[in-house]
């Protein structure tokens, strides 16, 4: 996906605070994106219906109809992909969010960078939905792809630097996709040794190919850390 | 002496030494109060003398005489022999004459005494001719038989009578025999010799008396003497009473074990039998007393000093009350009430009220119906009319005790914190149900302060929570425009500084409101907790290793140390590395750059225990609690990013899932400690 391609896609931009929509606007067009903007539920069902829009980026409290009403709305027509960006950052507010038909979730005050992330993960996926090959050498598990032959690794569709055992554990893992193991588990199975002494070696491990695959490595979406138990790597998609 | 105190061997002695010298002063005693009393000391012993001639020995001659003139009278050739022996000049001092009521001489001793220094007379009767008389006689009735036996037994001493033959007309036949004798009224005349030529009683006795008055002063010194050994003896007795030789202090022996008030019963006992034995027989004589009394005052002494020694030692020992049967029934009494006094006590304490009530009516009727009995009052109208009265009081009595149980229920519901529980207040009547109203009315009070509490602390986190949500969006803005610019060539350099304070303080004031929205549901519990089976042992590392980076940019060296002994706990893994991250976060801030970091895991005092030990950058000048408070900081001047709230958080957190947090300063040494008991 170059930058010709995405200048094709129009992507909603709905919050009250005019300064944020304006923010998010100068990020996403340097992307090549195109932008409209809405202020409430109603003016962004509106316009999603108006424009050909590819992706909305949707904010929850806001004045007239809030966000999560307008995107059970939108549902029962599109199934464009949104993303929540909200200052409410409990875990209740973000499973609701995404039980109403949210595809991802963003709190306030956000990494315009991690914005751009996931903007860019929805579309690939929105888009080329239906058109994935599925090699039995590629694992894929939401926008990471392990290809055991090429021993290469991609985070849509951009190459991610490994080190040889980072590979090992996350190839590991993505075999077993929303299986805990425990350290001594993983270790055991990479190193071909018993787990004596490993400290915390593994977890830095670890926290470094988290480092490389997640958007937010203290949130993790995909490699996620059962704390007290070991890690998996997540089945579905979040 | 000292030395001798505890020795067995000088007791005994002592104790035998006593028994003779006390004997020998009672003797002596005894001697001098007989010659006190017949004015030895101011006459030179002469009315002794004098009494001493009047003795046993002469009045046992007296009547030897008698019977010499009785051996005469009877023709008894060898007896008045033997008797003239005893009476002969060589034999005797005793001279006597027998006259017959007219003054004509009968007998005399065998020989003429030329000197007479005492005579005395006395009238008696001579028996003689002594013979039985056996016979057989017939009488004419039962009568006369019995007046004849009477006319026999008045003069002479009746031997047998038998009834041979009764005839029908009523008279009779007996055979009856009888000693009879012949009697003579003399006076004797008894003399006694001066000087005493023959060496007989009566000489020794006047020797013993002039003996014993010649030694009447030497007698008192001797008194004196033995006085003072005997007292002497009793003192040094009543020192080693309870002292062993090797032992130190006072040793008890066996006897000083026995009940004291029993040993005195033993010890009195001999002296009971002795007394009982000599009243029994009181037929002995002279010599047979004189053992008696020996016996008797040896005894004495031995006992006497017995008791005397163990009291002596048990008074030592302090114990002598307490060994006694007396104080053992005593204390055995003692303890029997003071047992029913518990128990009453006890029984009061948890019987329930209703049962209290009912056993101290009953208590009550009982003790009301001993008095009437008591007084008399007992008549049948009486009890019966009582009976009544009692039984109609019942009814108010049973209905105040159920109405007091509700009353105290109620307000146990309210001292347990449980205002909800309402006092029934059906059947409560006057003043009870007027209570019963007033403790209601403090449970509503109770119930309407915790509402009113909870309110307020639901409405304070919601306050919070929406503040920092209004924030949240206005910092949206900050964070997005300062990164925009910070994209944008901005000149003068010093702009792009301006910019990073403005990057790393709206970064600060995003934490802060996250913290604060995190402290306040940590604390007020609004945060879903599961808990669930949790190995320390791998969370520990899995944390270090979430943190190393950051560590060793701090310039910090982790060091893990894992007991294998620790168990898995029951916690919740989400909360517990909140709990651990915020620990950290504060090591990545505070630590001492250039030093190591201790994490580890123990086993100790049946909890599972994670440490988290290192040095402070800053001076820890701040108790532990204080650190733990909202909002305060190791460093005081607040010039670091964080809210100061991480440990308040951690703490929380960590009380959420029933573990324990604690925090101890040493100096420079900053030390968390998190624990847990282990799951079931």
Not at chain 2, 207 to 217: E, P
Not at chain 2, 301 to 308: A, E, F, N, T, Y
Not at chain 2, 321 to 337: A, D, E, H
Not at chain 2, 367 to 394: M, P
Request: aromatic letters at 8%; a negative charge; hydrophobic letters at 45%.
């Amino acid at each position: 996906m170059d930058a010709e391609v995405r200048s094709m896609h129009t992507i909603l931009v709905c919050d009250d605070e005019k300064d944020i929509v304006s923010a998010l606007r100068i990020y996403l067009e340097a992307e090549g994106y195109r932008v409209v903007s809405a202020g409430n539920g109603a003016e962004a069902l509106e316009t999603a219906q108006r424009e050909n829009v590819a992706l909305i980026l949707l904010d929850i409290m806001m004045p007239g109809m809030d966000g999560l009403t307008a995107m059970a709305r939108l549902r029962q027509t599109s199934n464009v992909p949104v993303i929540l960006l909200t200052a409410k950052s409990e875990d209740t507010d973000k499973i609701l969010g995404l039980n109403v038909g949210a595809d991802d979730y963003i709190t306030k005050p956000f990494n315009p960078v991690e914005v751009l992330a996931r903007v860019r993960s929805q579309l690939r996926r929105y888009l080329q939905l239906g058109g994935r090959e599925t090699a039995p050498s590629l694992l894929t598990i939401g926008p990471v792809s392990l290809d055991d032959e090429a021993k290469r690794v991609t985070l849509d569709g951009a190459e991610v630097p490994l080190t040889p055992k980072e590979y090992d554990i996350l190839r590991f893992l993505m075999q077993n996709p929303g299986k805990v193991f425990s350290p001594g588990e993983i270790y055991s199975a990479v190193w071909n040794e018993p787990p004596i002494n490993i400290d915390n070696a593994l977890a830095v491990h670890i926290r470094h190919i988290r480092e490389k695959i997640e958007f937010s490595p203290a949130e993790p979406r995909y490699l996620k850390v059962v704390w007290g138990k070991g890690y998996k790597m997540e089945a579905e998609k979040p | 002496m000292k030395k001798l105190l505890p020795k067995l061997w000088a007791k005994i002695t002592a104790l035998i030494l006593l028994v003779v010298l006390g004997a020998m002063l009672a003797a002596s005693a005894f001697g001098i109060a007989m010659l006190a009393t017949y004015h030895a000391y101011t006459d030179g012993g002469i009315s002794l003398s004098r009494s001493v001639q009047r003795g046993q020995t002469y009045d046992d001659d007296m009547s030897l005489a008698v019977s010499c003139y009785a051996a005469s009278l009877d023709g008894d050739s060898l007896g008045l022999a033997h008797y003239q022996n005893i009476f002969s000049a060589e034999n005797s001092n005793f001279f006597f004459r027998i006259t017959d009521g007219d003054g004509n001489v009968l007998m005399t001793s065998p020989y003429t005494a030329e000197d007479f220094s005492y005579h005395s007379f006395q009238p008696d009767t001579v028996t003689y001719n002594r013979r039985v008389v056996s016979e057989t006689k017939d009488f004419a009735d039962q009568a006369e038989y019995s007046a004849y036996l009477d006319e026999v037994s008045g003069k002479y001493a009746l031997e047998h009578t038998e009834i041979l033959r009764t005839n029908a007309d009523g008279s009779l036949t007996a055979a009856v025999s009888y000693t009879a004798s012949d009697t003579k009224d003399v006076v004797v005349n008894g003399y006694i010799r001066s000087p005493l030529v023959a060496k007989d009683g009566i000489y020794y006795e006047q020797h013993w008396v002039r003996l014993l008055v010649s030694f009447r002063y030497g007698l008192i010194a001797a008194a004196a003497a033995l006085l003072a050994a005997c007292i002497f003896l009793f003192v040094f007795l009543l020192c080693a009473a309870g002292r062993k030789e090797g032992v130190e202090g006072i040793h008890l022996n066996w006897v000083d074990r026995i009940p004291f008030d029993l040993y005195l019963a033993l010890a009195a006992l001999p002296c009971a039998l002795l007394a009982y034995l000599y009243e029994g027989n009181s037929g002995y004589g002279d010599a047979v007393f004189i053992v008696f009394v020996a016996a008797a005052l040896a005894l004495a002494i031995l006992l006497g000093m017995s008791v005397l020694m163990t009291f002596a030692a048990r008074a030592k020992a302090g114990s002598w009350w307490r060994n006694t049967v007396v104080c053992m029934v005593l204390v055995l009494i003692g303890k029997f009430f003071r047992w029913l006094g518990s128990g009453i006590g006890y029984a009061a304490k948890n019987l329930p009220l209703c049962w209290k009530g009912a056993l101290g009516w009953c208590g009550l009727c009982l003790l009301e119906l001993i008095f009437i009995a008591a007084c008399g009052g007992d008549t049948e109208r009486f009890v019966a009319w009582w009976f009544l009265g009692h039984a109609i009081l019942t009814v108010p009595v049973v209905l105040a005790l159920i109405a007091m149980r509700k009353l105290q229920k109620g307000g146990e519901a309210l001292a347990a914190g449980r205002p909800d529980a309402a006092v029934d207040l059906r059947r409560l009547h006057g003043e009870f149900r007027k209570h019963g109203e007033n403790l209601n009315n403090i449970a509503a009070g109770m119930q309407k302060a915790v509402d009113e509490q909870l309110q307020a602390e639901r409405f304070r986190t919601e306050l919070i929570t929406n503040v920092s949500h209004d924030i949240k969006t206005p910092l949206t803005s900050i964070v997005n425009y300062v990164d925009l610019m910070k994209k944008e060539d901005i000149q003068p350099e010093k702009a792009k500084e301006y910019l990073d304070v403005l990057d790393r303080q709206s970064a600060r004031l995003k934490k802060l409101t996250e913290d604060l929205v995190e402290a306040s549901k940590a604390s007020t519990g609004a945060i879903p907790v599961s808990l669930e089976r949790t190995d320390l042992n791998v969370l520990l590392p899995q944390v270090a290793g979430e943190y190393d980076d950051r560590l060793r940019t701090a310039g910090l060296e982790p060091v893990l140390t894992l007991s294998p002994a620790v168990p898995a706990v029951l916690a919740d893994g989400k909360l517990l590395w909140r709990v651990f991250d915020n620990l950290l976060s504060n090591v990545c801030k505070y630590a001492m750059p250039g030093t190591r970091v201790y994490l580890s895991s123990e086993w100790a005092g049946g909890r599972a225990v994670v440490s988290f030990k290192n040095i402070s950058k800053y001076p820890l000048n701040i108790s532990a609690p204080e650190l733990m408070e909202r909002f305060v900081r190791g460093d005081s001047s607040r010039s670091t990013e964080g809210s100061g709230l991480g440990l308040s958080i951690a703490q929380s957190l960590t009380q959420l899932q029933q573990g324990e947090f604690s925090l101890s300063i040493d100096g420079d040494l900053f030390k968390a400690v998190v624990s847990f008991p282990p799951a079931q």
